[in-house]
Structures are given as C-alpha cells and as structure tokens.
C-alpha cells in the first residue's frame, strides 16, 4: 500500500477538486447528500430538476458520469487508483454521482460485455445523459442470499416472453425508468441454469411498482410485480438458460468502498464540530466522559475503514482480483454505519428522540436519529453480514464449509 499520491495523481486530484468546485451545483452544497440526483431528475420542483441537469452536463463533459467505462462507450477508461481518487473527493464534497448507481455500476458493464450493438447503442447513451434510471430485479420474497432459487417464470412465446412473479427490494423503482432482471426460462434445469437476462421498460403493460414504506417513512424500496408482461425477445442479454452468468457479469471497476468510508468520517467530523460547538448546550460531551471515549473509537474506526478500502484498490491498481479483502471492508463498513448513528443519538440523550428534522430542538436536523433508524438493514443490503463473514472464514481463512 502506498498513502502518497504520485505526482500524475496529484494532478488529477487537483482537476477533481477543482471541477466541483467551479461546477457542483449550489443544491448539492447545502445538502451534502450523496443520494439526492435520481430523486432530483424526476422531481416537481424546478430547482432540483436543474440541479441534476446541471450536474450531469458537468459531468458528461468530462467523460464522469461512467468515469469506469471504458472510454469508446462514452467513459474514461479510468486506472483503479484514479476512479479511488475521484470517488474520494467527490465523496469529501457530497457531491452526488450524476446517474443511477445500477445503471452505471451494473447494467451498463453488463451491456458492455454481453450486449448486442443494437442494446448497446440504445442504452448505453441514455445512462450517460440520465435519460434513464435503471432498477435491478434480481430478489424475490423467497430467494434473497439464495438467489437462483428465484421463481418468477418467462415462456417464450413467439418472438417474446410472457413473464409473470414477483421482485422485491427493487430499490429506487419507484423512480427508475427501466429495470434489469434475471427469470426462470427452464424450471425442469439445475436452479443456477436456465435462467435468462431480461430487460424491460417499467411503463409495460402488466409491470406494478408498490412502495415498502420503511420504519423510517422511506419509500426507495418496492415490490415489483409482473402479470402476463410481454417482453421482446431482443431485450433478453446473452443466451437463453444462460442469464445467471451474464447477470454476475461487471467490468473490472473500482469498488474499495471508499464512498462510505469518507462518508462516515464526515459523518464523525460534523458530530463533533456541532457537539462542541453551536449545539454544546443539548449535548453530553463535556458531562459525560464516556461518550467522548466512544466518539473516539469511532473516528479510530473510521480511519480503519479508509485503510481498508486504500488496501482494496492498492489490489486492483497492482491487477489483481480483491475477494475477501472486499467483504472484510463491506462487513466492517456497514456495522460501522450503524455504530456511528448509535453514537449520535447518545450523544444528545433525550433529544434525540425528536424525530422532526425541522423542529428547532432537534440537534443536526435529527441527523443521527433519523441514520439510527435507516442504518438498520445495511447489514442486509448488498450482502448480508452472514454471507460475508462466510466469505472471509472460507476464502480468507481457508475453514472448511460447515
């Protein structure tokens, strides 16, 4: 591992910075939040709409809205050391990613890989531009960490598949123009075969979107239904019977995680600046010395996770493959989430229990509350801490299988 920057990666440190700077859109200064672009771009409110606009032009320009792609599909073709280095300042500022995560991160490399050059040309641009927002239908109400025991059928039909079943935890379909999926094509094959690649316009006759209101009042995820959805046979990727490789497909970008760790020390860094400053008044810090000793193993903690992640793209920039290294950083990662928002709300005691961000009593706006709340299922998204501890004994380790 090497914690210096060489000179060209100065440099282009300095052309990251340098873009938000003169380019990242007034909404997204005040907000600092990293999830707010897909919302934007579908919103009712001017304001946002031109944000997301404005941002993706910015963007666009550079070739960073997919900085991972390789530059003939409209990236640029970014070294792993430079994608960790633009998704580290970019995280310092809280400047949103300019398109769907599933888009940019998941369909478009699979298209990239497995698609025609008609899919690609009439997707792949549109990702780009933030046309279009993408969804992943992969879960099913039985088939989560298990997923080739999905269920939901395609039969052909003609020059099409009639599909019907159920996803659930598509997350941003609510405000996703498209979805990908994977659907059974031969029930009578081994669970991980006959299995197709779908992709389908989520304005399909047949496809309903319902929202799963989360005990924090988020509506991000939903359960998708199918019900005799006519989709063309030109939107199925790959081969027949063959999609649960396809769909395990992505370009080899960069994914340290460094996004969440920057993330989580600027959480640490605005606890305690409000803390002992502006709100020292609803605060236990300077009664309680406990609690000065549990913000302190949290900053540790989160210098932890940035040498993890520091560790997985020093892997990748070297061309080698991270595999458990990847799941010690997401399992450290996401109870870190969790114990970060823990500490927020102890901080403030009583207070914390106001919910209402624009109450005035409550501290942050009710940040560490409404985190507490929201960072329940991040053991659970993305792989649970079961699977990935799985990974770590068996891959890392070398234990055998129970």
Not at 238 to 246: A, K, P
Request: glycine share 10%; aromatic share 8%.
């Amino acid at each position: 591992m090497d914690w210096l920057d060489t000179a060209a990666q100065a440099g282009f440190r300095d052309e990251v910075r340098s873009l938000i700077q003169s380019g990242l859109p007034e909404r997204y200064r005040r907000s600092g939040s990293v999830n707010r672009w897909q919302s934007d771009r579908a919103s009712e409110d001017p304001e946002a709409r031109s944000a997301a606009l404005e941002w993706s032009r910015v963007l666009g320009e550079k070739g960073w809205i997919a900085p991972h792609w390789p530059v003939e599909y409209g990236g640029a073709g970014m070294t792993p050391m430079e994608q960790f280095i633009f998704n580290e300042e970019m995280a310092k500022a809280g400047a949103p990613l300019a398109a769907s995560i599933h888009g940019v991160a998941m369909i478009g490399p699979t298209l990239i890989v497995h698609g025609t050059k008609e899919q690609q040309e009439e997707h792949l641009p549109k990702i780009l531009t933030g046309e279009v927002v993408w969804a992943q239908g992969y879960s099913e109400p039985g088939a989560g960490s298990d997923l080739a025991s999905l269920q939901l059928r395609a039969v052909r039909d003609g020059d099409e598949y009639v599909v019907n079943g159920q996803k659930i935890w598509t997350s941003g379909a609510n405000t996703a123009d498209w979805v990908f999926l994977l659907a059974r094509t031969n029930p009578d094959a081994p669970k991980h075969r006959g299995i197709s690649f779908l992709v389908a316009d989520l304005k399909t006759p047949g496809i309903s979107v319902r929202p799963i209101v989360s005990m924090g009042w988020g509506d991000d995820l939903n359960e998708t239904f199918f019900e005799d959805v006519h989709i063309p046979a030109g939107n199925r990727v790959g081969e027949e019977d063959r999609g649960w490789y396809v769909g395990m497909t992505l370009l080899d970008f960069e994914r340290s995680g460094i996004s969440s760790a920057v993330g989580t020390q600027r959480d640490i860094d605005h606890l305690v600046e409000y803390a002992t400053g502006e709100g020292r008044a609803v605060s236990r810090t300077h009664t309680t010395p406990t609690i000065r000793a549990e913000i302190a193993d949290r900053a540790i903690e989160c210098e932890v996770s940035y040498q993890f992640s520091l560790r997985i793209v020093s892997i990748q920039n070297a061309g080698q493959v991270p595999n458990h290294e990847a799941s010690c950083a997401k399992l450290f990662n996401s109870e870190l989430t969790q114990r970060i928002a823990r500490t927020g709300t102890k901080v403030f005691g009583l207070y914390a229990n106001l919910w209402d961000s624009t109450d005035p009593r409550a501290p942050m706006n009710a940040r560490h509350t409404h985190s507490y709340v929201n960072s329940i299922p991040s053991t659970i998204a993305g792989g649970s801490s079961e699977i990935q501890r799985g990974i770590i004994a068996t891959r890392g380790l070398g234990l055998p299988r129970g």
